[in-house]
């Protein structure tokens, strides 16, 4: 959802695209990473965790909780725990545009209420193709029309 605010307020040209990539390189960074947090709420042991980052650069396509749940040192219950938890840590693009100094809190609270009341475009369906209408050829309007000759005068 703080993603979907930052873009909203590109779209709205409120902030610039390159100051919203600012905004996401500072909450990629300030974001605790997956092994902290086991480490945090002992859920993991150091041991665990540094085996799960061993089989991390063995199989770079794989997840820290991926990997943790094939070697049966968390559940998915606990690594979709532990996954809850890193969204809740980082800060929020709201809370990030207040504190770069782009907005105030009060028109960050503004814009962000008028996001959550804004729809989201709903993707419409395809229409129907056309079919071609069968029809006798077209006539010209000037034809149909009746044309008045006035004769010319030489005087």
């Given at each position: 959802m703080s993603l979907k605010f930052g873009i909203y307020l590109v779209e709205q040209r409120i902030?610039?695209?390159?100051?919203?990539?600012?905004?996401?390189?500072?909450?990629?960074?300030?974001?605790?990473?997956?092994?902290?947090?086991?480490?945090?709420?002992?859920?993991?042991?150091?041991?665990?965790?540094?085996?799960?980052?061993?089989?991390?650069?063995?199989?770079?396509?794989?997840?820290?909780?991926?990997?943790a749940v094939e070697m049966d040192v968390l559940d998915q219950a606990d690594a979709s725990q532990l996954l809850r938890f890193q969204q809740t840590s980082c800060a929020p693009i709201r809370k990030l545009v207040s504190e770069c100094g782009l907005l105030t809190e009060r028109q960050s609270?503004?814009?962000?209420?008028?996001?959550?009341?804004?729809?989201?475009?709903?993707?419409?369906?395809?229409?129907?193709?056309?079919?071609?209408?069968?029809?006798?050829?077209r006539v010209p309007k000037y034809k149909s029309r009746p044309v008045i000759m006035r004769p010319y005068s030489t005087t």
């Amino acid at each position: 959802m703080s993603l979907k605010f930052g873009i909203y307020l590109v779209e709205q040209r409120i902030i610039s695209p390159e100051q919203f990539c600012g905004l996401v390189k500072i909450q990629q960074e300030t974001t605790v990473s997956l092994a902290n947090l086991a480490l945090r709420k002992n859920m993991l042991t150091i041991k665990q965790v540094a085996d799960i980052l061993d089989e991390m650069e063995a199989s770079p396509n794989k997840t820290f909780e991926q990997i943790a749940v094939e070697m049966d040192v968390l559940d998915q219950a606990d690594a979709s725990q532990l996954l809850r938890f890193q969204q809740t840590s980082c800060a929020p693009i709201r809370k990030l545009v207040s504190e770069c100094g782009l907005l105030t809190e009060r028109q960050s609270a503004v814009l962000y209420n008028q996001f959550e009341r804004t729809p989201t475009a709903v993707p419409q369906p395809a229409p129907a193709p056309r079919t071609p209408i069968q029809s006798s050829p077209r006539v010209p309007k000037y034809k149909s029309r009746p044309v008045i000759m006035r004769p010319y005068s030489t005087t």
